[in-house]
């Protein structure tokens, strides 16, 4: 999940950015099959079971820290504990650990391939009869049990879970990165007043796609199937099933793009990168130029179900002041900040965007 990427040069535009990429977005394409063998458990009722709906809105601040979104929970009556939200996980996890010291009981502990990205293997289990809390609104009644003390290393910052697209099933879910607040509103009771571009999500296994053109060489112009991940902290990282439809190597081979070697870090390990400059990417009417963008060389095989291409992360996503996910209607709606319409100076620009212009 959390990601750092080193590469040997491209600093002006890389050595800021910080990959963190959306770990288990489907975790139990792999893992149900091996657990349902070895247990009458009700796995699908301790994934998916949430609490009862609201029919009003409530809002939370977030810490916004390495490129992520923090959120205080409490879980069974504890307070304070720290939750990474993660658009990119296809379930609520609750650290191994941490359920170990608030007595929370697992259910068939096992190691599993195939988990996220990376290659290792990761310890799974369950756990039911929760009480998860966004302040005083229960939010979840059972999540996934998963060991994540090497990803709290490497971030260095402490974790607790993570809560994922569960969420986003349950509320409409509007972040606003310009004032660090959370809002939730209730599924059936939201109206969408604002000045925002509104996208629409592709049906993409039930994650939160949306179509992205990139300019993959001179003259060359593709679009990608890309998940809205707010678990990555990359600008744009593409599969290998997108790379070679796309002809990436082919500009490389030929000198239009040049690629540089990098490494990252999910959840089963460390995988190779390649970060390359593109001429341009363009979401909806917001085109930015020179925008550096990962390679990934192999599909994970999670994205066979979600059928996606690769990943948006918040390099993206914060340059916007809000985006607000409505699973329910089928949409996104970015708002945009003001100094969009501006030439932004990437010699200072973490994300290493050279430019972004608001076409009419």
Not at 1 to 30: E, G, Y
Not at 31 to 39: F, G, N
Not at 83 to 109: K, M, P, Y
Not at 172 to 189: K, M, N, Q, S, Y
């Amino acid at each position: 999940m959390l990601t750092r990427v080193h590469t040997s040069s491209l600093q002006t535009f890389l050595t800021r950015i910080l990959i963190a990429l959306a770990l288990l977005a489907s975790l139990f394409l792999f893992a149900v099959p091996a657990l349902a063998a070895a247990s009458s458990f009700p796995w699908s009722a301790a994934i998916f079971n949430g609490p009862p709906r609201f029919d009003h809105s409530f809002t939370v601040p977030f810490e916004y820290s390495h490129d992520h979104i923090f959120l205080n929970l409490t879980i069974n009556n504890h307070p304070g504990m720290v939750f990474l939200f993660d658009t990119g996980s296809s379930v609520n996890i609750l650290d191994l650990a941490t359920a170990q010291q608030l007595g929370i009981q697992s259910v068939l502990l096992i190691k599993q391939r195939g988990v996220g990205y990376g290659n290792d293997k990761v310890r799974i289990a369950a756990a039911q009869n929760l009480d998860a809390r966004l302040g005083a609104i229960p939010i979840a009644s059972s999540m996934t049990l998963i060991d994540l003390h090497n990803l709290e290393l490497l971030n260095v910052h402490h974790l607790d879970g993570i809560l994922g697209l569960p969420l986003l099933h349950q509320f409409i879910v509007e972040i606003d990165f310009a004032d660090r607040l959370i809002t939730f509103h209730p599924r059936g009771g939201f109206s969408y007043l604002g000045s925002g571009e509104v996208l629409d999500l592709a049906s993409s296994g039930g994650s939160m796609a949306i179509p992205v053109e990139l300019a993959t060489g001179k003259r060359r112009q593709r679009y990608a199937l890309l998940d809205l991940d707010t678990g990555s902290d990359a600008t744009v990282m593409l599969y290998a099933n997108f790379i070679q439809k796309s002809h990436i190597t082919d500009a490389e081979r030929k000198g239009s793009l040049t690629t540089v070697s990098a490494t990252a870090y999910g959840i089963g390990g460390i995988f190779g990168l390649q970060s390359v400059i593109v001429p341009f990417c363009l979401i909806g009417h917001t085109e930015m130029q020179q925008l550096p963008v990962f390679l990934m060389h192999t599909t994970p095989e999670f994205s066979d179900r979600r059928r996606t291409d690769g990943v948006v992360g918040t390099n993206i996503l914060t340059l916007f002041r809000r985006v607000v996910f409505d699973e329910p209607h089928g949409r996104v709606i970015f708002e945009r900040r003001a100094a969009m319409n501006l030439q932004i100076d990437n010699t200072e620009d973490a994300t290493g965007v050279g430019s972004i212009w608001v076409k009419p």
